[in-house]
Nanobody, 125 residues
């Protein structure tokens, strides 16, 4: 079992920044792929970013490439999502997810077994 707790969401103006955190317990993130997904009202949950168990591989959705950065600190068992140049269309509930079995591709919801409760990000125009 892996437990995930997201934090860091909030209300920010367009062009601003937020850093989301995903604190994991029950398994070391050094042996777990972690992904970030988001879901806006009335829309399906979509991939945002992912980082491999080693940290050596990251991937991003086209819509956030160049603005968001995923990283992790193994000693804290925490994964971060730095979000810069935020846009109103980034407004969503953001979820982190864990895959201990190291499946691919990492941009699919079905590649992840464990999910956090989500944190709301609202970007005002």
């Amino acid at each position: 079992q892996v437990q995930l707790v997201e934090s860091g969401g909030g209300l920010v103006q367009a062009g601003g920044s937020l850093r989301l955190s995903c604190a994991a317990s029950g398994r070391a993130i050094s042996s777990t792929n972690i992904g970030w997904f988001r879901q806006a009202p009335g829309k399906e949950r979509e991939f945002v970013a992912a980082i491999s168990w080693s940290g050596g591989s990251t991937s991003y959705a086209d819509s956030v490439q160049g603005r968001f950065t995923i990283s992790k600190v193994n000693a804290k068992n925490t994964v971060y999502l730095q979000m810069n140049s935020l846009k109103p269309e980034d407004t969503a509930v953001y979820y982190c997810a864990a895959d201990p079995t190291l499946r691919r591709p990492r941009n699919l919801l079905t590649s992840y077994d464990y999910w956090g409760q989500g944190t709301q990000v609202t970007v005002s125009s």
